[in-house]
């Protein structure tokens, strides 16, 4: 998972255009590791990552913006979404789905209107996500959730 973020600018960076979806497949030199990535160019939202697994779920009304995933014997994603609902309502959306997979918290953390929540079962090949939440800069209200994950392939 830790190459999963430096790889999404590169491909947010390459995205194309004639599509309300730009789709990139990244290689790592070093390690063979790919990642696709798919964007929504004109915010018209995307279709969720076929690996998501269900403690991940998005959160109702949410709108997908990106969607970054790498399938494999661990199925490790990235996934933004813009949401009309209160930071604090997403976050237990997450805490209940993660608790109900057998999940403990392992970090929380409230900074002014942003948010964050990490769970996981402790070991390194265990299922684990990752939730921030923060205002999407818009003026009607909504947030900007991304969502890391990383779980056992089924």
Do not use: W
Not at 4 to 24: D, H, K, R, W
Not at 55 to 66: D, E, L, M, N, Q
Request: hydrophobic share 40%; with cysteine.
């Amino acid at each position: 998972m830790r190459l999963l973020i430096p790889m999404l600018s590169i491909a947010l960076a390459t995205s194309g255009c004639g599509s309300n979806t730009a789709e990139q497949t990244i290689e790592n030199r070093e390690t063979g590791e790919k990642v696709t990535v798919s964007t929504s160019v004109d915010g018209g939202g995307i279709a969720l990552p076929d690996n998501l697994p269900a403690f991940a779920a998005v959160y109702p009304g949410a709108k997908i913006i990106t969607v970054a995933s790498k399938p494999g014997a661990t199925a490790e994603g990235l996934l933004a979404y813009s949401v009309k609902a209160q930071p604090q309502a997403v976050i237990d959306h997450y805490r209940k789905q993660g608790e109900a997979a057998g999940m403990a918290v392992v970090t929380e953390m409230a900074t002014g209107e942003a948010r964050m929540l990490a769970m996981g079962k402790g070991e390194a090949s265990s299922p684990a996500m990752q939730i921030t939440t923060s205002p999407s800069g818009e003026d009607d209200g909504s947030l900007q959730v991304t969502v890391t994950y990383s779980a056992p392939a089924s």
